[in-house]
Antibody
Framework: QVQLVQSGPEVQRPGASVTVSCKAS????????MHWVRQAPGQGLEWMGIIDPSFGSVTYAPKFQGRVTMTRDTSTNTLYVEVSSLRSDDTAVYYC??????????????WGQGTLVSVSS | EILLTQSPGTLSLSPGERATLSCRAS???????LAWYQQKPGQAPRLLIY???TRATGIPDRFSGGGSGTDFTLTISRLEPEDFAVYYC?????????????FGQGTKLEIK
């Protein structure tokens, strides 16, 4: 069965960087793009970007261009998102979510459990 | 960038009633690539509907999606207690050859 298992909660200082991981299993890893989505406390979902695990190419949402880096390791079927120059408003739960492709209407059918990143001095 | 506006912000209904949620796009959603998700407190979102009207695997048939172009709806025909949650719409589009996705701000469906 498809599983996306994310790394544990993080507490970071403003100005630091954080990396969240997402280990995929149960399906053909290179065959499905992966989204990163975040959700601030009590707020809605915010799309950050999407990565092609096969080639490593990434499209970032305009808001996150330059401060967010998405990568993958095909040897371990793991994806990563790094957020640099952290601010208090980066405090959020970060999710990875598998893209369905055109056959699924370009939606996200499987989601990780979420990783809480807290930014506080 | 396409913006999605959901209404109402909060919908108060009783079990057994019919719920209709709206999602309006600022521009035409290409190929009706509009999805709906359900999210309960402390949980990840769950895909309900994709391509505006296709139910995802395992989703009960009381959930249905409709609409096209810029106006879309999610209808829950007869509310069950487990349906009270927050619902988000999401669209896929392209801008300058880049894939872009956006979410609506959500509709909270609460028990009256």
């Amino acid at each position: 069965q498809v599983q996306l298992v994310q790394s544990g909660p993080e507490v970071q200082r403003p100005g630091a960087s954080v990396t969240v991981s997402c280990k995929a299993s149960g399906y053909n890893f290179p065959g499905y793009f992966m989204h990163w989505v975040r959700q601030a406390p009590g707020q809605g979902l915010e799309w950050m970007g999407i990565i092609d695990p096969s080639f490593g190419s990434v499209t970032y949402a305009p808001k996150f261009q330059g401060r967010v880096t998405m990568t993958r390791d095909t040897s371990t079927n793991t994806l990563y998102v790094e957020v640099s120059s952290l601010r208090s408003d980066d405090t959020a739960v970060y999710y990875c979510a598998r893209d369905t492709g055109i056959g699924g209407g370009n939606s996200a059918d499987y989601w990780g459990q979420g990783t809480l990143v807290s930014v506080s001095s | 960038e396409i913006l999605l506006t959901q209404s109402p912000g909060t919908l108060s209904l009783s079990p057994g009633e019919r719920a209709t949620l709206s999602c309006r796009a600022s521009q035409t959603v290409s190929n009706n690539y509009l999805a709906w998700y359900q999210q309960k407190p402390g949980q990840a979102p769950r895909l309900l509907i994709y391509s505006a009207s296709t139910r995802a695997t395992g989703i009960p048939d009381r959930f249905s999606g409709g609409g096209s172009g810029t106006d879309f709806t999610l209808t829950i025909s007869r509310l069950e207690p487990e349906d009270f949650a927050v619902y988000y719409c999401q669209q896929y589009g392209q801008q300058y050859g880049r894939s872009l996705y956006t979410f609506g701000q959500g509709t909270k469906l609460e028990i009256k």
